[in-house]
């Protein structure tokens, strides 16, 4: 299978910023390990900006521009290389590709995104991606806001033809209302079709760090599920989870692929 992983912020780093390395020890080698078994994977992550609150010692998450683009910038260095290190001792070459609105939207620039991602896989090499935030403030979905990387990952699974959409998150999966706003949420296993009822369950970010919270995840679903790759929405706090929903096991919340 082509799967596609999404990593939040809030996976990733602790509540300080600074890298929670077991839980991106733990993620690395399941995904080496599910390449292992033959999966092509490509992971979309985020983290860029909380790693670099964590490496300048800022107070939070800065709320200007420049902040949040400085922030990236630094960041991201660290974020590509711990996924350089930490794939290689699995022995697997990873690939960085930070993308902007335009390559997505624009015909050329899209058709090269592809082909690039395309023979990275024919290579055996695992893209990692996220949005080129220390130059983009025209993010993909949102206006006058930075990196938003739910969509960008549904638009990359689209785009590669995958199977499989996985966005690895602070939360099990889609409640029924906001978990962190009500201790009685129930969880929903399925998700056939993302229609207005489900949209009406989708709240905002829970975390100090996170940025999309739920309605950009179900956007993701939209674009996903119409392109034929199933998505699953799954805590990130545990990665061994991905072997299961892998084999399509019932894990957090699966959205079905849009019937035509
Ligand atoms: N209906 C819902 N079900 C689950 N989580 C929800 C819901 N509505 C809002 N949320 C919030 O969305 C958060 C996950 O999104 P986000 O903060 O962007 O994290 P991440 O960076 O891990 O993607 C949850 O922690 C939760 O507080
Ligand atoms: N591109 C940004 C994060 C974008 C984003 O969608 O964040 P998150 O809600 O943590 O997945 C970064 O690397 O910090």
Same mark, same amino acid.
Not at 6 to 30: F, M, P, W, Y
């Given at each position: 299978m082509r799967i596609? *992983?999404? *990593?939040?912020?809030?996976?990733?780093?602790?509540?300080?910023?600074?890298?929670?390395?077991?839980?991106?020890?733990?993620?690395?080698?399941? !995904?080496?390990d599910l390449k292992n078994a033959g999966h092509e994977i490509i992971l979309v992550s985020s983290g860029a900006i909380g790693m670099g609150v964590g490496k300048l010692n800022l107070p939070g998450r800065p709320a200007d521009m420049p902040g949040k683009q400085a922030a990236a910038a630094v960041g991201q260095c660290e974020l590509i290389y711990t996924y350089d290190k930490l794939f290689g001792e699995y022995n697997h070459t990873v690939a960085q590709l930070l993308l902007t609105g335009e390559d997505i939207k624009n015909g050329q620039r899209s058709h090269n995104v592809r082909n690039t991602l395309t023979r990275l896989l024919e290579l055996g090499a695992l893209p990692v991606i996220n949005e080129n935030d220390a130059v983009a403030t025209d993010e993909i979905g949102v206006e006058n806001t930075i990196g938003e990387n739910d969509t960008l990952s549904a638009i990359v699974a689209a785009a590669i033809g995958a199977d499989l959409l996985v966005l690895l998150s602070d939360i099990?999966?889609?409640?029924?209302?906001?978990?962190?706003?009500?201790?009685?949420?129930?969880?929903?296993?399925?998700?056939?079709?993302?229609?207005?009822?489900?949209?009406? !369950?989708a709240g905002g970010t829970g975390s100090a760090l996170g940025s999309g919270g739920m309605v950009t995840k179900l956007n993701a679903a939209v674009i996903a599920t119409s392109a034929g790759c199933e998505m699953v929405i799954a805590n990130g706090s545990k990665p061994d989870l991905l072997y299961d929903i892998a084999q399509g096991k019932p894990v957090g919340t699966r959205f079905l692929k849009r019937k035509v």
């Open positions: 596609t *992983v999404k *990593v939040g912020t809030s996976t990733l780093t602790h509540a300080t910023g600074r890298l929670n390395i077991q839980r991106i020890e733990k993620l690395c080698k399941v !995904l080496s099990d999966g889609l409640y029924d209302s906001d978990p962190h706003q009500n201790p009685d949420a129930r969880i929903i296993p399925t998700v056939e079709n993302v229609d207005d009822h489900i949209y009406a !369950l």
